[in-house]
């Protein structure tokens, strides 16, 4: 078999339907297997995985046991060469996996493959290629400074080496995931990936940032920039300090310092949602419940787009391809997408990295 893609999932049960939705469109003619591994999700995801997708495997798991756990369980009955973990608000290309692997196939020193990802409203997300986030670096990213923290010498559409990647979308051989000891169990959640990357260096592989392919990380539907999160990735950058460089008690009051800043900072940046000056439908066959909610303008060009517009892609009748392509054009970028997934009673989108996904039921 040559991939197994690995989900962990935790109650987000409509973005899971899509991300699978999407990942069994691009595994098509590829030995693949999809493996949903639950950690104790309350939201009916599993009874939905069971009626609408019995080939793959799920496992659930009876308590939530963090993102790290969950995933080694997971590639631990793994059956493909390669692995690729990826997060369940995420929505993929038909021909993602078949151009990551060709890439990765190329490669005689391979260690982690991660790709470009976007937002929920196009943009690209700088965290998809990163350097090693050394202490002083680290300090000055608390301090507003994220000049040396993202891995810039590769450009936003290139190829090449960087030092960490994300853990949205890391392809992996599972034989080096194992030789890794894949990720660190100390992480409960966030940090897991700066740990794998910076391994896979350490032993002496090669990391690569492949811009030749974009995904959709919806990510304010898992990572919500409140105080939990704030507090639970700065602890996860102690761990990663604590076993990798020297401890650092500055260092460690400096983390509690960018804590309370970025609580501040956060609280007093809340991002307000647009109200769309029309809704533009694109669907071969318009759902007429879709069409009573938001009475939308059946759209058939995308010339018909404007600034200010909320944009529903109904993928029953378009590629996520496609989708994805349209969602990265320049002039869209203040439009609100929204996708409505295949025979389903609802669209789901987000309008940047830190507003919550929504779901919109009809």
């Known amino acids: 078999m040559k991939l197994s893609v690995v989900i962990l999932n935790y109650n987000v049960r409509y973005f899971l339907e899509l991300c699978l939705q999407s990942v069994e469109a691009a595994l098509e003619g590829i030995p693949s297997e999809i493996i949903v591994i639950d950690n104790n999700s309350d939201d009916a995801s599993c009874e939905m995985v069971v009626s609408k997708f019995p080939s793959v495997t799920l496992i659930k ?7 790290s756990k969950a995933n080694n369980q997971a590639v631990e009955v793994a059956k493909g060469e390669y692995v690729c973990i990826l997060n369940p608000d995420t929505v993929v290309s038909e021909d993602t996996f078949l151009k990551v692997m060709d890439f990765a196939d190329s490669k005689s020193n391979l260690g982690i493959v991660g790709c470009r990802l976007i937002d929920g409203a196009g943009d690209f997300l700088h965290e998809s290629k ?11 990213k ?3 400074n994220s000049n040396r923290y993202y891995a810039n ?41 700066i740990d794998l990357s910076y391994k896979s260096l350490k032993s ?24 939990v999160y704030l507090r639970r990735f700065y602890g996860a950058m102690q761990i990663f300090y604590n076993k990798h460089f020297k ?11 960018g804590v309370k800043w970025m609580i501040l900072f956060s609280s007093a940046q809340k991002v307000s949602l647009k109200n769309p000056s029309l809704s533009l439908l694109f669907s071969k066959e318009p759902d007429q419940k879709l069409i009573a909610k938001l009475n939308p303008v ?46 389903c009673s609802y669209i789901i989108g987000s309008t940047s990295a830190d507003t919550k996904g929504e779901i919109i039921q009809f």
């Open 204 to 227: 002496g592989y090669d990391n690569y940032y492949y811009g030749d392919v974009s995904v959709i990380h919806y990510k304010g539907e898992s990572t919500r920039k409140d105080e």
């Open 247 to 257: 401890k650092s008690r500055l260092f460690n009051f400096l983390i509690y310092l």
């Open 61 to 67: 798991n009876a308590v939530n046991v963090g993102f």
């Open 142 to 144: 608390i301090l507003g």
């Open 130 to 140: 990163r350097n090693i986030p050394l202490v002083s670096i680290a300090i000055k």
């Open 298 to 343: 059946i759209a058939s060009s995308l010339d018909q787009i404007r600034a200010g517009n909320q944009v529903i892609f109904d993928a029953a009748g378009i590629s996520f391809k496609s989708i994805i392509e349209h969602m990265q054009v320049n002039e869209y970028k203040q439009c609100i997408f929204k996708i409505q997934p295949k025979n």
């Open 153 to 193: 010498h590769v450009s936003e559409y290139g190829v090449g080496k960087v030092d960490v990647l994300v853990g949205a979308f890391m392809l992996i051989k599972q034989d080096v995931y194992k030789l890794l000891r894949g990720f660190d169990e100390d992480y409960f959640m966030y940090g897991e990936d």
